[in-house]
DNA sequence: TTTTATCATCGTAATATTGCAATATTACAT
DNA sequence: ATGTAATATTGCAATATTACGATGATAAAA
């Protein structure tokens, strides 16, 4: 096949999975890092940033988005993208909850 | 294209995608959950539990292993598969210092 | 109004991932 | 040695992801 079996996990094996796959491209991952360095931010400062094109930029900001990574204030032409905080801060909590009840004595 | 253009990133953000990578199908997410909640575990066990064939989860630990997540010890014919705590920790300590890092005050 | 700048979407090619059947390998028991 | 059980590897089909050029949409500027 290809595509994942969704529908044998819990809800929360799945989430914890759609999460981390947020993380799971470097781009992604510099992205967040970058916007996080700025006061605020405009998608084209991104693509001078990483070196990818815009309409890949564009895509993977798609994704942080529909994630709830992200808060955009359209200022003009431009738009000012931001870290959701509480949305990332509640991503860091369901983390650290998994990798703390998955820590267990073994062998 | 279709292939991450790894070269462009700096190592911590290629780490951090390849660390979420692991955790980025519910499968895996599944088997560690698995593997955590028993004393030790072999393979044929979490084939029953998860619901995939054996070369799938065969596979599956393979990509957790190379990630070094795994202490196998050999019972006989079977695998005792064993989480590898110390670098599980390693890797919650890296998620931990990439969310401190990025969160930071923003429009 | 026309131009220009910025960002989103669409279409498409290249590559990666997922999943399984078939097969190979390994280790033990007989 | 042979058989058997457990796990790994291979090969392949289906699907997903990544990346970019072309094209749209929108809003400020000229």
Redesign the interface.
Known sequence: MGA???D???PE??D??TI???????????I??Y???????ICNDIVDE???SQPTISQHLKVINEAGLL?G?FVGKSI?Y??N?NR??E??EL??S??N????N??
């Open positions: 994942s079996k969704l044998i996990y819990t094996i799945n914890m999975a981390a796959k947020v993380f799971a491209h470097p781009a992604r991952v510099a967040l890092q916007i996080s360095k700025q006061e605020g931010c990483i070196g990818l808060k204030n000012c931001c870290l905080i990332f801060q991503f860091q983390f650290n998994f990798f009840k998955t820590k267990s073994c062998c």
